[in-house]
């Protein structure tokens, strides 16, 4: 018996009622449920007409080539044929697939010397230009902010620019504001969702984020935006990155800066973002809704490295600090430099800090003094003596009355009541400076930075701080350069001298998210 259709003998034979033809039944089930009639006689046939046919198994006998040599012979030359056709046509397509890749490399590499050319030409075209902005004329060629003209700066007879000063309006705003921020502060309580001492005893590195250049590592300071989720990183590479802590992404990359960046500061309004370079210039950028930054003014006020950048507790002015011996009282709505105060004695600024309640300035110099500063008076108040090297690091404590300083003899704890010194921390050898020093924004701990990270449990002036744990320097380098609480000092971001933001946590607190490498 064969099937009608395939004309081989069916494993499941049936048969039609109409026509009694044979079939097999998986191929006259499909052209049925397609056509609706019988594959032969073309006449109407459903599956009802179709009745199967019992019989018993049997073996297939073998195909007619197979039942001789000759035709086994046959069957294996056919193979080798179709292996060989088969072989081929694979060698034609890995021919086809190197020349592909060929080609592509070729356009790679011609594509990374063209834009090696355009930075090169770039790097030369930002030289030629700032050379010409140093020697055009202060008068002929003001500042210029985001392409834009600035405001205009007097000079006067002496070739030094005339500046406006702080007026009785706003030396009125700053001391309302102080008031109202003292009356504050003597009701503050320390919040209840502040981290209790024993989860610092068992923070640890919970994320490593390598947010800058390999080729010009390390992280020279971080700040942390007092609203959002925010960690801002500025790098000897000359670019500051806005990192997102919760995504565990780059939000945005600012550069502009020709030199590295020594100090940011997020304004906690606005959008507000300063940064200030060893290129002699500070940058006031302004953040976009999809998180990116424009520069909105490049304020070149000082003729050495800036230092540090400062925001005052209005949070509509800031002052920078730099190694020409000036601070600079910026408003930050227009860009404007309203008062340079400067000490022509002095070695330079190294770094400097507001008060919390925003009329007192602190800064330290090069050669080991700690100045204060009254903002109202822009007047010289004391000094504090006591370090030996730079001072490399400021915090006054929201309580208002310690101020942390560092050094490389260690770190110096200030009564500003009694303006004096009530204790000293030497963790480090004279070979360590100590780089960083910060209180959380409640006041109950301090963080020091060196050769590793250590926190202290914030005391009074006649009680022991103790030391609460030590954090071993994971970058490798031997120098931890800054270090930062997050909101109720549920985290510390820590920077080193390698190029990787690193997150200090209770474990499971945050995703361990890595950023992809950064060429």
């Not at 109407?44 to 012979?73: C, F, H, N, W, Y």
């Not at 594509?111 to 030629?128: G, H, M, Q, T």
């Not at 400097?352 to 800064?363: E, M, Q």
Request: overall charge negative.
């Amino acid at each position: 018996m064969i099937c009608a259709i395939s004309g081989e003998a069916p494993e499941d034979p049936v048969v039609s009622k109409k026509s009694g033809l044979l079939f097999e039944r998986r191929l006259v089930e499909r052209y049925i449920q397609d056509h609706g009639r019988c594959p032969i006689t073309k006449e109407e046939l459903t599956m009802d007409d179709i009745v199967p046919v019992k019989t018993e198994k049997i073996v297939k006998p073998r195909p007619l080539q197979a039942a001789s040599i000759p035709g086994l012979l046959g069957m294996f030359q056919n193979e080798w044929d179709a292996l060989m056709l088969s072989n081929l046509s694979l060698e034609q397509q890995l021919h086809t697939a190197r020349q592909e890749l060929s080609h592509a490399l070729y356009q790679h590499d011609a594509a990374c010397r063209v834009i090696a050319r355009l930075k090169k030409e770039r790097d030369e075209a930002r030289s030629l230009l700032s050379q010409a902005e140093r020697q055009l004329p202060a008068e002929i060629a003001p500042a210029l902010s985001n392409g834009k003209r600035a405001v205009e700066v007097a000079v006067g007879p002496d070739g030094k620019r005339i500046r406006p000063g702080i007026d009785s309006a706003t030396v009125d705003e700053l001391a309302e504001y102080n008031k109202m921020l003292s009356a504050q502060r003597k009701q503050r309580e320390i919040p209840a969702t502040l981290a209790p001492i024993d989860a610092l005893e068992r923070y640890t590195q919970i994320s490593s984020h390598p947010l800058h250049k390999t080729n010009k590592p390390g992280i020279l300071s971080i700040d942390i935006h007092p609203l959002k989720d925010l960690i801002a990183t500025g790098g000897v590479d000359t670019n500051a990155v806005i990192f997102d802590r919760a995504s565990g992404q780059i939000s945005s990359t600012l550069t502009g800066h020709s030199k590295k960046i020594t100090s940011l500061k997020f304004v906690g309004r606005d959008e507000l973002f300063i940064t200030g370079s060893a290129d002699k210039t500070v940058r006031l950028w302004q953040g976009n809704d999809d998180g990116t930054y424009n520069c909105a003014h490049i304020l070149k006020d000082h003729t050495a490295e800036v230092q540090a950048v400062t925001v005052q507790a209005t949070k509509k002015y800031f002052v920078s600090a730099s190694m020409d011996n000036t601070w600079c009282f910026y408003d930050l709505s227009t860009g404007t430099c309203l008062k340079q105060v400067g000490e022509p004695a002095q070695d330079g600024y190294t770094t400097a800090a507001f008060h919390p309640d925003g009329l007192i300035l602190g800064t330290g110099t090069s050669d080991s003094l700690v100045k204060i500063w009254d903002i109202k008076t822009q007047a010289f108040v004391t000094n504090f003596e006591g370090h030996s090297g730079p001072v490399t690091a400021m915090s006054f404590s929201e309580n208002g009355y310690f101020l942390a300083t560092a050094a490389s003899d260690g770190v110096r704890l200030w009564d500003l009541r009694k303006l004096r010194n009530f204790r000293t921390f030497s963790p480090y050898d004279a070979n360590t400076p100590t780089n960083s020093v910060e209180f959380d924004f409640s006041g109950s701990y301090l963080a020091i930075a060196g050769s590793d990270i250590r926190v202290y449990q914030v005391a009074n002036v006649k009680l022991e701080w103790n030391l609460i744990k030590t954090f071993p320097d994971l970058s490798g380098t031997g120098k931890v350069t800054s270090v930062k609480f997050g909101a109720d000092a549920k985290y510390m971001a820590v920077g080193s001298m390698d190029r990787n933001l690193r997150i200090f946590g209770l474990p499971g607190d945050e995703a361990d998210n890595q950023t992809p490498d950064m060429e």
